[in-house]
């Protein structure tokens, strides 16, 4: 359990620790122990009052109140400022900081960079599904290059919440399911994010979040609470921080939630033991939004102060947003509550940190570059390039796609057909919804000569306010009458009646997902289902796009419509990308990173479990429907016929000390490009606990051209087969005999057997 160690070490041993962690930050330089002595110079000469102001993260915009903020700004510095983006208002405060402080200590600011800045990128989980971490590290290196130079030093990305629920809105934020294709996915957006080391030129902080198990919100609920078991805490869970912290995340954020009673915010065996001592973590934590006052209300902490307490003990260098530090600290460091050498050891690497990022030399922002980064044609390239890399090809059902480019007349028919807003996505609040290209302008863009007529049919809203409203004003309905509802319908149908073909784009508008945004049901939002439904009627050639962030019931489309292409939120470069993908420029290559459900009564769903006592059932665990997914996790379809001929193992035998090496021989038998990802599933046939029917274990995704065949070698370190057991408490790697399996998705069929031996 969680809390089953003491709450707190003595004071004493508990800030020596802290101290001794915190001298190092991730991505040392030669440069580490100038930084440090500079960091014990400024410490000596800070007062208490100046340590407490460098672990607040202040809020700005126009939605709070920043005049208080530059007033305390001037008296006592401010350690960060939250949600500023104008450079001219960040080197305005940078200027408070840097001439009217008593110290001079230069801001950290820090933003939601979660899929782009100002160009944005597809969501978090459709770059999970392009099964290519270096296009991951890409976008990403784009996204803070274009956030550096708006003067943003800190993105609160990645979230590596692994989301085996898709009722949960923030599904989307992340990379899905599966630990493995989650650990690959956070390694390689910090890399992005940062580059070599924390502080590189034109890169940004991570703040790996939420840490952790949120993503385990019960029901699919946001902010609910999350009870995980050790096995899977260890197993699952903890295992994507863990990658984030290993390829050198600068900065951690504590969950919301209670995890097994206790609140992440508070949870010193969280935040202290694991993260930095067992792990080895030498940044620093930042708490979710106001999240340290929030365990009052939890009913862990008596009172704020309490809180302020507890959150200092536990290892939260950072208070995001709210004012809990700042009133109850110094009170209780003269009331001998908290020594103040824990608040030293705090706030050591939060200076540290500003010192790599080179802001006590050069503070401010460059308005020449901001402006040559800000939406350049390289930005833009990435946008497009990603997201015709991260769409999934459901269904093709005799080669409808791609498209005849020789089309006389189309249908493009839907609410997110042509809406700016909903193409960006969930989670894009910097974007500028002028900036981004829909689907009805990228296929008019790419077919000049054919007639496209684009109607919604349907207008789909959430009916409830959001928490980004002020900040990403939605767009609102303007059938509101009955009869121009009915007339709008009637009017699209009648396009697709008279056009050739119809692309009908469907989904969730982006105020349905996200934070706050978690749904009871997973079909089509308003009449979408009513409107699919007509069109298919009339027996025209039809393809569903589909535009959303998580998986959608969409069982009569798969039976019914003759191919689905999802595109997820496609970002700012969206239309051109799915233009190009439904005309054959590009070929789709992207694989479902989450098992995708029939219908929202069988969530959590998920590949990853345990042999029952009677596996050939396990389709028929409902008496009145189906257990089974609609596509199965890593499936994605092609416009070419790639086959896997066959598949070997170096050795049938291989030591704990070795590595597994599996040569995997896939085939392009059509006269068309494409990609396949070749997966790698294990399972451990008997040990100390029962093992997952499979796991994934490795992947690669591979480019064929027309007529070539290739062997694909992929490696698995014996280590990668070790597990945290429930039985010995601690990770085994035991030998035994285990079962492999390479295909394109979690139902591989190729398979063969090896046995682990016990090394020297």
């Known amino acids: 359990m969680l809390n089953r160690l003491p709450h707190r070490l003595p004071r004493a041993v508990a800030g020596a620790l802290l101290f001794s962690l915190a001298a190092c930050l991730p991505g040392q330089t030669a440069k580490d122990d100038a930084i440090q002595k500079k960091v014990d110079a400024l410490l ?29 700004l001037a008296k006592n510095g401010i350690g960060s400022f939250l949600f500023f983006t104008d450079p001219e208002r960040i080197n305005a ?25 100002r160009t944005i990128m597809p969501v978090p989980l459709a770059m999970a599904s392009s099964w290519d971490p270096a296009l991951v590290e890409r976008t990403q290196s784009m996204a803070a290059r274009e956030a550096r130079a708006a003067g943003v030093h800190w993105a609160f990305a990645p979230m590596v919440d692994i989301a085996r629920d898709a009722r949960w809105g923030r599904i989307m934020e992340g990379a899905g399911e599966d630990p493995y294709l989650g650990e690959q996915m956070a390694a390689a957006q910090v890399r992005g994010f940062q580059g070599k080391y924390a502080g590189a030129p034109d890169h940004i902080l991570v703040s790996v979040k939420h840490f952790a198990g949120y993503g385990a919100a019960e029901g699919g609920r946001d902010y609910d609470s999350t009870n995980i078991s050790d ?46 001592h067992e792990w080895g973590f030498k940044g620093f934590v930042v708490s979710d939004w106001e999240s340290v006052g ?45 020594p103040e050498s824990e608040i030293d050891a705090l706030v050591r690497p939060i200076l540290a940190i500003k010192y790599r990022m080179g802001l006590f030399e050069n503070p401010y922002v460059d308005l020449k570059k901001f402006q040559q980064e800000t939406l350049s044609i390289e930005e833009r390239t990435a946008s497009r390039t990603a997201a015709e890399q991260t769409a999934v090809l459901l269904k093709n059902e005799n080669h409808l796609l791609p498209l005849n480019t020789n089309l006389k007349s189309l249908a493009v028919i839907g609410p997110l057909a042509d809406s700016k807003l909903d193409t960006m996505g969930s989670w894009a609040i910097h974007g500028d919804r002028r900036d981004t290209v829909t689907l009805v302008e990228g296929l008019r863009d790419s077919l000049p000569q054919t007639k496209i007529d684009a109607a919604v049919g349907v207008e789909i809203e959430r009916g409830s306010a959001t928490i980004f409203d002020e900040q990403v004003i939605p767009e609102k309905p303007t059938l509101t009458a009955g009869a121009a509802k009915a007339e709008a319908f009637a009017h699209a149908v009648e396009l697709a009646r008279n056009a050739e073909a119809t692309v009908l784009v469907l989904g969730e508008a982006q105020t349905m997902s996200g934070e706050a945004a978690s749904r009871a049901r997973l079909n089509l939002p308003g009449e979408q289902e009513r409107l699919l439904e007509a069109v298919v009627a009339l027996g025209k050639p039809v393809v569903l796009v589909l535009m959303t962030g998580r998986p959608l019931d969409i069982t009569w489309a798969q039976q019914h419509v003759p191919a689905i292409l999802n595109i997820w939120y496609p970002g700012t470069e969206g239309g051109h990308a799915a233009a190009n993908l ?9 694989h479902l990173p989450v098992t995708w459900p029939r219908e929202a009564g069988q969530e959590p769903l998920y590949y990853y479990q345990s042999l029952p006592q009677n596996p050939d059932n396990t389709e ?11 596509y199965p996790f890593g499936y994605g379809l092609s416009y070419a016929d790639i086959r896997m001929k066959g598949m070997t193992l170096d050795a049938d035998s291989v030591s704990t000390d070795g590595t597994v090496c599996v040569r995997a021989i896939v085939e392009n038998t059509s006269k068309v490009a494409g990609a396949q990802v070749v997966q790698v599933y294990t399972h451990k046939r008997a040990g100390s606990a029962a093992r997952p029917a499979r796991e994934l274990k490795a992947f690669q995704k591979v480019w064929l051209a027309p007529g070539e065949t290739k062997t ?41 057997s090896f046995h682990l031996t016990a090394g020297k």
Do not use: C
Not at 238 to 261: E, F, H, I, W
Not at 582 to 589: A, D, E, I, T, W
């Open 44 to 72: 000596r000469q800070m007062t208490l009052g100046e340590k407490v102001e460098q672990m607040e993260q202040a809020a700005g915009q126009p939605m709070y109140t920043p005049k208080e903020k530059a007033d305390a």
């Open 93 to 117: 405060l940078q200027h408070i900081a840097m001439t009217e402080s008593r110290l001079h200590i230069p801001i950290l600011f820090g933003y939601d960079v979660i899929h782009g800045f």
């Open 231 to 276: 096995e899977q805490l260890q197993n699952v869970y903890l295992r994507p921080y863990k990658a984030g912290v290993d390829a050198g995340a600068a900065t951690m954020m504590s969950a919301y939630q209670n995890l097994n009673g206790v609140p992440a915010t508070g949870n010193r065996w969280l935040l202290t033991d694991v993260l930095r």
């Open 294 to 338: 929030s365990m009052k209300t939890h009913g862990f902490a008596r009172d704020e102060e309490d809180a302020a307490i507890r959150a200092v003990q536990a290892g939260v260098n950072m208070e995001m947003t709210g004012e809990t530090y700042r009133k109850w600290i110094p009170a209780a460091v003269k009331s001998g509550k908290i």
């Open 582 to 590: 439904l005309l054959g420029k590009v070929n789709p290559s992207g």
């Open 620 to 630: 028929h665990r409902y008496w009145d429907a189906s257990s089974a997914p609609l």
């Open 712 to 752: 694909v070698a992929l490696e698995i370190p014996a280590k990668e087969l070790s597990y945290w057991s429930p039985v010995a408490k601690k990770v085994v790697l035991e030998p035994g005999e285990f079962d492999l399996w390479a295909g394109f998705d979690a139902t591989a069929t190729e398979h063969k």
